[in-house]
């Protein structure tokens, strides 16, 4: 992936979310005010209640006076007490409330967008990569991130509001004693900078681990079958159990981290309430504090701790936020090189010819795994591919919808670079039956349906009609209605053909290209298809990949593939005539004069 992941895409995320994310950092601050104020009343019960001093100059007007009415004053500062808490108690409320809906709103902001992406990306990204690894980074690292959103605005920002206002009441009531209470800062500070960047570096090994376990997990539970079939239901435990071990190991050593700064954290706190608490108790003898006033450092004190425990969980929560970031971000700065041009409308009718020309291509740079492919497809015409499986069929047709793009020579819509056109006019253009149809997890007719938009139930009986799929869906329990299980479950290999069949022939695309479409069927079946695309090729473009006799025999032009290149071309007749190679492999797949087909066994 990229190389260089960014970090501060989040940032344009949250600018959306400003007004909330403002609003509960203004309630949290306020909440801080609130922590700052609530030790005062206990000051007063102590100075004033118990040791009866005066009330200060500005309080006398306001409460009782503690040397006539001792238990009046006394009400009135627990009432104040209760006031601040129950104040504190509806901040808190409001403020999480705000700011974890604005979270949750960047998280699925972000998991849309993230979506959006990578169902765009090529095929080409999408066959590199894991899907349980970017399930993972879709789910949880978008979920670390609304955490770290969230604790942002409710953990970190009142508690740095609160340190700094403690920090002023503390100097204003005794500076030197003050100074000593916040040179317990930087040690923390220096702690937590120093666990934060082992923690991440830990974190991020966590992730990749996670990522790969979830990957393998997803690989095997998709090819269960194969695994069952060979037994190997040890070796794919022993192997899960490997990568788990990995995993489990790296959560291990970030949780170890993670302890050890828990740790050191709580080290200094109670090294540091130790320190000044001793001290404050002698500047209380020297008469230099009020026992009140010892009190309110001692509470402040606790509030110090707090922030500071808050930022070792807060630094955990962010660590594995910058993780995160990175790992999202990385999805997020992938690039299609399928480019666009901008601003390029698209032409206002459909496609008529479609030329390939002096086309090669390869999947690596420097491999040639197609080379001078050149051939035109037009509405009234089928051309056929044969060739030996790995001659590159299936790459020539992931050719024309632009899976990927020519590495030489170009693919031209009535004469345009198919890569100057929008990608998504391209698309439009064809409609593909793929050499493994995938289903959606829906019924049969929906899954049709899904080759024309805004197509229903009676449109998709249609062209199952059409296609001469009736007698197939008559022997399905609920015909097509019957509801397709995932990734095509509970349909047989042909079965599934002719729903994926279906579907490019209810498409309006003006071409269609079929690789093996025929491949799983009987030879009734086929031959009803076969049919049906003679039927297609009167208004439409048919590209088709096929082994047998009654499927070929129709195309106008037949290409016969040999390792990327085109050998032979042209009509099956000419073909077999020129006594060549397409005669020989014909004569190899069907007998000597094709005959006793299209009963043909499947290639
Ligand atoms: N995604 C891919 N990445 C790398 N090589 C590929 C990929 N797909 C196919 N190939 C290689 O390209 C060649 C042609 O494959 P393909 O077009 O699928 O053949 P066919 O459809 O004729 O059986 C094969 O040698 C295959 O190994
Ligand atoms: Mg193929």
């Known amino acids: ?19 909330t994310l403002g609003a509960g950092s203004c309630l949290m601050s306020l909440r801080a005010l609130v922590l700052l104020a609530l030790p005062w009343p206990m000051k007063a019960i102590i100075d004033n209640v118990i040791f009866q001093h005066p009330l200060e100059r500005w309080l006398a007007p306001l409460l009782a006076s ?18 601040l ?9 409001a403020g999480n409330r705000v700011l974890l809906n604005a979270g949750q709103r960047v998280m699925f902001a972000i998991r849309f967008n993230l979506f959006a992406h990578l169902q765009r990306l090529p095929l080409a990204f999408h066959r590199n990569r894991r899907s349980g690894d970017l399930n993972l980074r879709m789910s949880e690292d978008v979920k670390q991130l609304q955490d770290f959103i969230s604790s942002l605005g409710i953990d970190l920002l009142p508690h740095a509001v609160t340190v700094l206002g403690m920090a002023a009441v503390l100097l204003l009531l005794d500076w030197r004693y003050a100074l000593l209470t916040l040179a317990a800062a930087p040690p ?3 702690i937590t900078i120093i666990f934060s960047s082992k923690l ?13 376990l979830n990957g393998i997990a997803q690989e095997i539970l998709a090819c269960v079958q194969v695994v069952q079939a060979f037994s190997r239901e040890t070796h794919e435990e022993e192997r899960f159990s490997a990568q788990a071990d990995k995993s489990l190991r790296a959560g291990q050593a970030a949780n170890r981290v993670q302890a050890q700064f828990g740790a050191a954290m709580g080290l200094a706190i109670t090294g540091a309430t130790a320190l000044i608490t001793w001290y404050g108790a002698l500047r209380v003898l020297d008469g230099r504090l009020s026992a009140g006033e010892l009190l309110v450092f001692l509470a402040y004190l606790r509030g110090f701790a707090t922030p500071a425990r808050q930022l070792a969980k807060t630094g955990r929560v962010s660590s594995r936020a910058l993780i995160a970031m990175e790992r999202i971000g990385e999805c997020l700065a992938e690039q299609s090189p ?52 790995g001659s590159g069929k299936t790459t020539i047709v992931s050719l024309v919808p632009r899976f990927h793009d020519p590495s030489s020579g170009a693919v031209l819509f009535d004469g345009v670079d198919s890569r100057a056109l929008p990608l998504s006019y391209v698309r439009q253009q ?29 449109d998709a009986l249609g062209a199952a009609r059409d296609a001469g799929l009736q007698p197939l869906l008559d022997r399905l329990p609920e015909g097509i209605d019957t509801m397709v299980a995932e990734r095509g479950g509970g349909l047989s290999g042909g079965q599934r053909q002719c ?91 069907h007998g000597a004069h094709g005959a006793g087909l299209p009963q043909a066994a499947n290639q």
Not at 430 to 455: D, H, K, S
């Open 66 to 83: 503690p040397l006539r009415h001792r238990v009046l004053l006394l009400d009135e500062l627990a009432l104040g007490m209760l006031a």
């Open 200 to 212: 991440r570096h830990a974190v991020r090994q966590v992730r990749q681990h996670d990522g790969a």
């Open 430 to 458: 064809v409609a593909l039956v793929p050499q493994e149809p995938a289903l959606f997890q829906a019924t049969i007719w929906e899954n049709i349906a899904y080759g024309r938009l805004g197509a229903g139930r009676e």
């Open 85 to 93: 808490g129950g104040l504190d108690a509806l901040l808190v409320y």
């Open 338 to 389: 399928l480019t666009e041009p901008e601003g390029v409308l698209a032409p206002p009718h459909p496609v008529r010819r479609i030329s390939l020309r002096q086309v090669g291509f390869g999947y690596q740079p420097g491999q040639n795994v197609l080379r001078d492919i050149s051939f035109d497809l037009m509405a009234g015409r089928m051309v056929a591919l044969a060739g030996a499986t």
């Open 1 to 19: 992936m990229n190389p260089t992941p960014q970090r501060w895409w989040l940032l344009g995320y949250l600018r959306r979310e400003w007004p």
């Open 188 to 190: 923390l500070l220096i």
């Open 499 to 589: 729903v994926a069949i279906a579907r490019a022939l209810l498409s309006t695309a003006p071409v269609v290209i079929l690789d093996e479409p025929t491949s799983s069927l009987d030879a009734a079946t086929e031959r009803q298809l076969s049919a049906a695309i003679a039927r297609l090729c009167r208004q439409r473009a048919v590209l088709i990949i096929a082994h047998r006799l009654s499927t070929i025999i129709q195309a106008d032009e037949i290409l016969l593939l040999e390792q990327g290149r085109i050998t032979e071309r042209g009509p099956h007749r000419d073909l077999m005539k020129r006594q060549g190679a397409y005669a020989q492999l014909w004569t190899m797949l």
